[in-house]
C-alpha cells in the first residue's frame, strides 16, 4: 500500500523517503498541511536546496521535519522562530519556513512569535492549529476553544483562546492569514503569497486532531472535524461586520493582513553597508 | 562553502582596524575584541549585568566588520539563533550572566546534541537567583558542568585577566571549532568592569581555526557520522544543498531520528563523549607557579588566581614553600596533572568566589593524607592577597 503511494503520489519527490511513513494518527490534518506546503513549493518552482524548514516540539512540528527533503532543524520546544532567526541572517537569500504547531508557536514560544513580527525579519510561519496538545496527550492549549474538553480540562476549558493570526498581525507582520484543512487550495495560495512576501508572514492553519480533540468533544470521525470547520468558518470580510458576540466560536479565514514594512535582514545588511561606509572600510 | 570571517578580505579590515598595542579597556571589551579577532561575525544575546559591555562593544564593531549583531527577545532566543546561525557557517558568541544562563541551559544541551560550534560567555555574577546582579562571583563552575539535563560532555575556559580574556576567549573558539561543540567561558563580574592595559597583537600572531567541512558528498550525508576517527564529524552547513537534517533527539549518523534502538543512542552520546575525552591536547591549559618544590599548594581559577599569585609570592618571601596551580580549562578537569601535583602536597588550599565548587573536583584527586581546605568568600567582594596568605600559614 505504502509503496503504492510512494509511485503514484506526484509530490512525493519533495519527501525525504526514508524517513517515511510519518508518524501521523489517521485523519490528522497534519498530511493536509505537508501536501499543501510541498504543493506550494512546487507551484513557485522554489528549489529545495533553497529551502531550511524549521521546526519545534510536537505533532505539528513533525510535519516537514524530517519527512521535507530540504535543510531541516528540528528544535527545542517553542524555540523554532528564534533558531530561524539565526538561520535567516546567515542565509537572507533562502526560503526559510517555520512548521509547528500552536502550542510550540503561539503558547511557550509565543514571545518569539510576536518579536518576530515585530522585526519583520522575513520567515514564513506555517502554524498549525488543532486546538489541543497533540503529542503529550491531549492537554489543554491556549487556542483550545472556551468550554472544551481536554485531558487537563476534563470538566470544561474556561480559558479564552489566543486568536494567534490577529495578534500577529497587531504586532507587525507583514503578511497573515487563516484558512483550515477544509480549504486546501485557499490555504495553497495562502501559503504562495506567504513565501513570495519579503517579511515576516504567517499562515495559520485549523486542523483537525480527531484523535485527541475531537473524540473527546463529539467529533470522533476527521471528517466530522472538517463539517465543524466549514459550518462555522467565516470570511475575514465578513466577520468585520459581526460583533464580538456573533463571532464567538467562528474561524476567521482568509487574509488578515498584507502590507509592505522595511524587513528586518534587509535592513541589517543596509546598516552595515552604511557602517562601513561611513568608517571608509568598503573595499578600494 | 566558507566559514563566515574567513574571506581575505576581513584580515585587512582586522588590520585596518585595531592597531596592535596598549590599550586601557575593560575585561569585557578584551573579551569582545577576542571574539573579534578569533572570527566571530554574528552575535546575539540579551543585555544583563555585569556582561552588557561585551554586547555594546559587539553591537558597535561587528557592523564595521559585516558582521551582525542581533538583540534577541530573551536569552533562550539568543542562543537558539546563534545555533541556526552556526549551521549556516558563521561562528558565533553570545554573553550572559547568572539567571540568563541558567536560561540558555536547554538549548546549551542542543547545541551538545546537534555539535554546533557556538562560544558562550557567562560573566558569573552573585546569586542564588538575582543575588547581587552588579557584583562577581564564580559560582557557576558546576551550571556550566551540569546546567543541562542528561549525560553531556562540556568544555569551559576561564581566564584570570583581562588580557586573558581576550587570548582564552580566541582559545574558546578555537576549541569549539575544533572539536564541533559549545565551550563556554567562565568570565567574572570582578574582572569583566576591572579596566586594566591590555595589549591588542598584531592580528597575523593570532591562531585561528575552522570547522571541518565535508570532502565530499558521502560526506556530507553523514553530519553526525566519524569519517576521519577523531570523533569530530565534518558540518555540511545548510544553504548548500545537502538536505541535512539536524534534530535534538537522538540520531542516526545521517542526522535521522531513532530514539528507540538503544545502540543508536549509546552510540551517539557515547562519541560525543569520546570525541572530548580523546582531544585534550586540544583544550587542556593550566598554569602553574613555583610548584617544582611546593608542600602547600593551592588551586584557584579565574579572578582569584591573581590574589592568589600575590599570596603565594609572599608565602615564598617568607621562606614558605607555597605553589599555584591554576586549571584554565576547568572543564574537563586537569585532573591527571592534579594528581600529580596532590601526590607532592602536604596541604592543599582551594581559593574561589563560591561556598566551595571547584574543591570538591580536587577532591576526587586529592588522598586522605594531604590537607585538602578551601578558601572561600561571597558577597560579590574578591578575595584578596591577605586573606589567602593568612590560610597559608595556618597550614605552613
Known sequence: MAKKIYSTYPMVKYLRKEALPTALCPGCGGGTVLNAFANAIDGLKIDPKDLVVVSGIGCSAWIASPYFLADTLHTTHGRAIAFAT????????????????????????????????RRNIDITVILVNNFIYGMTGGQVAPTTPFGAKTTTSPYRNIEHPLQISETVAAAGASYVARWTTAHVYQLIESIKKALQVKGFSLVEVISQCPVQYGRRNRMKEPAEMLRWFLKNSVPVSRARNMSPEELEGKFVIGEIVNRERPEFTTELNKLIDEVQEHFGLKEE | MIIRGNEPDQIRLIKRLYKPGNYFMQGNEAVAYGALFAGCRFYAGYPITPSSEIAETMARELPKLGGYYLQMEDEIGSIAAMVGASWTGFKVMTATAGPGFSLMQENLGYAVMTE???????????????GQATKGAQGDFFQARWGTHGDHPIVAVSPTSGQDAFWETIRAFNIAEKLRTPVVVLFDGVLAHTREQIKIPDVSEVEITYRKLPENEEEAKLPFGDPHGDGVPPMPLFGHGYFTHVTGSTHKENGLRDVYTPEVHDRLVRRIHRKIEKNREVYEKYEEHFTDDAEIL?????????????????????????GLFVPKTVHPFPGERMRELAKKSRAILVAEMNLGQMIIEVERYVNDDVLLKGVNKIGGVPLTVEEILREIRGVA
Do not use: F, M, Y
Open chain 2, 298 to 322: 593551592v588551586v584557584s581559577w579565574g579572578v582569584t588566581a591573581r590574589p592568589a599569585l600575590g599570596a603565594v609570592l609572599r608565602a615564598r618571601e617568607e621562606g614558605i614553600k607555597a
Open chain 1, 86 to 117: 539565526g538561520v535567516k541572517v546567515g542565509l537572507p537569500d533562502k526560503k526559510v519556513v517555520v512548521i509547528s504547531g500552536d502550542g510550540d508557536l503561539a503558547s511557550i514560544g509565543g514571545n518569539h512569535l510576536l518579536h518576530a513580527a
Open chain 2, 116 to 130: 554546533t560550534p557556538l562560544v558562550l560567555v557567562d560573566v558569573q555574577r552573585s546569586g542564588p537567583s538575582t
